[in-house]
C-alpha cells in the first residue's frame, strides 16, 4: 500500500510529504486547492504521461516520490526486471524539467517507463480522470472476469496455460529441424565427416598434455643431456662433490675422539655423504638413460598438430573434443530419422492443438456463464450507486488465434442513458461514472482482486443524499481489505474516512500554493459543516456534522 507521497515544486506546490495510512483515506479541500494535483501526481510516478507546464519553478526539476510496502508477488515482478527491494519497502520517484525530460527510478535505480507501468498496475489502480486506469484497458477485462468465475474455471484456466506452453514448445522445436531434404543431406555429410576426423585421431583424455610434456623434452634434448651430464662430473671427477666430501669425513674422522661434538658433526656429514652418492648414481643413471631420435621426434610432432588441429575445430581440450563427438552422434541420429521426428512433432502438436481447442472451448462456455452473474451483480451495484438506467455487459468474442488465456476477447459495454445501445467504456463513461463502475465491480470481486491501493477520484460527480451515503459506505466496505484513496466534495462520502486529509490553498509572499494537513475530531467536525453548509459554519451545520460523523461511526462498528 502507499505510505507516503513526496511532491515538491509541481503545480501549486512547493514542498509536501503526505502520509497515508491503510483502510479509508479521504482527501477533501476547497475547489482549487489542489486535491486532483496529489492524485496526479500519484499517476505521474506509475509512468502518466508528463505535461512540462506541470512544473511550478521551471528553472527547478519537479520531484514527486512515492513509498510503498509490497507483497512477495510484487517483489518478484522487481527481481525479474533486475530491482531490489529493501523488506518490502519501495520508493517509486520521477524527476521533471522544463525541456521535457523526466526520470523514472524504482529504488533509486533508473528504469524505463515500462517497468514502471507493470509494476504500477499490481499495486494501484486509479479510477477517474487519470489515463493510469484499469477498467480502460480491455486487455484487463479478461482477468476480472476470470477473477470473478475462478471458483468454476481456476484449474480449467491453467490447464490451458500448461497446454498453450506445450504448443510452444512443440513449435520451437519443429522451427529449429524445419530443414529441406538438401539442407539434411548437407548436414549430414558435415556431421558424418566431422565425426569420422575426430573418430580417426582416437584421443584419449589427457593425452594433450603428456604429448606437450614429450615434446618439450625432446626439443630440448642436447640441453638436458649437457646438463645432467655436467652434474655428474661435478659430483664423481677426482676434485668434484663426491671427492671432497670423502676427504672431509677422513679429516673430521681423525679427531673425533677427542670430541663428542666432532663426532656428532661427522655422522651429519657422513649421511650427507651417503646422500650425494645416491643422488649421483640417480644422475649418472639419468644421463646414461637420455635418448634422442629425429624420427620419434617428428611423430610426437605430427600427434601434437592433429591435436592442435582438432582443438581450433571442435575445442579447447580433448575432453571438449569428445563432448563434441558424442553430440555429433546425437545429432548424427537425428538427422538419419529426420523425416520421422518431424512426423512425430507433427503429429504431437496436432494432438495438443486438439486438447487445447476442447479446454478453450468449456473455458468459454463457464465464462458465458459466469458473466450473465457478473453482469447482474454490477447492475444491482450501479441502481444502488444512482445509474439507474445504466445497462453493463461483458461481450465475450472469439480470437482469432490460441492465447495463454484461451480464444476468448472479453470487453466490458456499457449504456449510461435509456434507449442508448451498449459500447465500450472508454467510449462512453465519464470519469465520475467510471469510478462508481469500478466501484462495483472491486465490490463485487472483494478479496480477490490482489491490488492493494485503489484510488477513485469524481466518484461523486452527479450524486447525492441517500446515494451518496450508499456510495460512502460502500467504498469503506472495500477498505477492509484494501488501502482506498478518495477525492470527494460529499460530507456523506468524507465521513465514512478512517484518515481524513484536508487540503487548502494560501498566498505566502505573493507565492500561491497548496498544503496538506491531517484533521482531528474537532478541525473535521468543521471541515465536513463546510462540506455541507458551505464557508459559513452555523451551530446547525456544526450539529449536522457531529450526527454524521458518530452516524458513519456507528455504520462503521456494526459493519
Known amino acids: 500500500m502507499l505510505l507516503e507521497l513526496y511532491i ?24 482549487g486547492a489542489g486535491k486532483s494535483i496529489l492524485l496526479g501526481a500519484l499517476d505521474l510516478i506509475l509512468g502518466g504521461k508528463f505535461n512540462k507546464d506541470s512544473i511550478k519553478d521551471s528553472l527547478k526539476k519537479a520531484v514527486i516520490q512515492g513509498t510503498f510496502s509490497v507483497d512477495e508477488m510484487a517483489e518478484t515482478v522487481l527481481h525479474q526486471h533486475g530491482v531490489d527491494s529493501d523488506e518490502g519497502l519501495v520508493m517509486l520517484s520521477r524527476e521533471m524539467y522544463a525541456s521535457g525530460r523526466s526520470i523514472l527510478r524504482i529504488n533509486g535505480r533508473m528504469v524505463p517507463k515500462s517497468i514502471v507501468s507493470a509494476f504500477g498496475n499490481i499495486i494501484v489502480d486509479i479510477h477517474g480522470q487519470h489515463e493510469h486506469q484499469s477498467l480502460l484497458r480491455s486487455a484487463t477485462h479478461i482477468k476480472m472476469l476470470d477473477m470473478y468465475a475462478d471458483q468454476s474455471i481456476g484449474h480449467l484456466l ?81 676434485r668434484g662433490i663426491y671427492s671432497e666430501l670423502s676427504r672431509l669425513l677422513r679429516s673430521l674422522t681423525s679427531v673425533e675422539a677427542y670430541d663428542e661434538r666432532i663426532k656428532s658433526l661427522r655422522e651429519e656429514l657422513e649421511t650427507v655423504y651417503y646422500s650425494v652418492e645416491n643422488l649421483n648414481s640417480e644422475i649418472r643413471a639419468y644421463a646414461e638413460g637420455v635418448e634422442y631420435s629425429p624420427e620419434v621426434l617428428q611423430e610426437v610432432e605430427e600427434r601434437f598438430n592433429v591435436m592442435n588441429d582438432l582443438k581450433r575445430k571442435y575445442g579447447q581440450s580433448i575432453t571438449e573434443i569428445l563432448e563434441y563427438a558424442d553430440n555429433l552422434e546425437s545429432r548424427l541420429d537425428e538427422l538419419t530419422h529426420h523425416s520421422e521426428h518431424v512426423d512425430k512433432l507433427k503429429s504431437a502438436l496436432s494432438q495438443e492443438e486438439n486438447h487445447f ?79 462508481r463502475i469500478m466501484l462495483s465491480i472491486k465490490l463485487i470481486l472483494g478479496k480477490l482482486d490482489e491490488v492493494p491501493t485503489l484510488v477513485f477520484d469524481e466518484v461523486d460527480t452527479g450524486i447525492s443524499g441517500i446515494t451518496a451515503s450508499i456510495v460512502g459506505e460502500k467504498l469503506q466496505k472495500i477498505a477492509d481489505t484494501h488501502q482506498v484513496l478518495c477525492v470527494t466534495h460529499l460530507p456523506q462520502i468524507a465521513v465514512m474516512a478512517d484518515q481524513h486529509l484536508f487540503i487548502e490553498k494560501h498566498t505566502e509572499a505573493q507565492n500561491t500554493v497548496s498544503s496538506v494537513r491531517p484533521l482531528d475530531y474537532d478541525s473535521r467536525i468543521l471541515e465536513i459543516g463546510r462540506l455541507i453548509g458551505g464557508d459559513v459554519i452555523t451551530d446547525t451545520t456544526r450539529v449536522h456534522a457531529i450526527e454524521l460523523i458518530e452516524q458513519a461511526h456507528k455504520k462503521k462498528l456494526s459493519s
Open 158 to 238: 491453467n490447464d490451458v496455460h500448461e497446454s498453450y506452453k506445450k504448443i510452444g514448445l512443440i513449435k520451437n522445436e519443429l522451427d529449429m529441424i524445419d530443414l529441406t531434404p538438401e539442407q539434411v543431406q548437407r548436414e549430414l555429410e558435415l556431421v558424418q565427416y566431422q565425426l569420422d576426423e575426430i573418430q580417426k585421431a582416437a584421443l584419449e583424455d589427457g593425452e594433450d598434455e603428456a604429448i606437450e610434456a614429450r615434446l618439450s623434452y625432446l626439443k630440448n634434448f642436447e640441453q638436458i643431456h649437457t646438463v645432467m651430464n655436467g652434474a655428474h662430473e661435478a659430483i664423481s671427477d677426482e
Open 357 to 435: 481447442d476442447a479446454l478453450a472451448e468449456r473455458l468459454t462456455e463457464k465464462r458465458i456463464k459466469a458473466a450473465r452473474t457478473f453482469d447482474e451483480s454490477i447492475m444491482k451495484e450501479l441502481f444502488e450507486l444512482n445509474m439507474k438506467d445504466a445497462r453493463f455487459s461483458t461481450s465475450i468474442t472469439p480470437t482469432e488465434s490460441r492465447r495463454m488465456d484461451g480464444m476468448d476477447s472479453v470487453e466490458f459495454l456499457i449504456s449510461t442513458n435509456m434507449g442508448q445501445e451498449l459500447r465500450p467504456l472508454r467510449k462512453v463513461v465519464s470519469g465520475g461514472e467510471l469510478s
Open 8 to 31: 515538491e515544486n509541481f503545480v501549486l506546490i512547493d514542498k509536501l510529504t503526505i502520509p497515508f495510512d491503510k483502510g479509508f483515506n479521504v482527501l477533501t479541500g476547497e475547489t
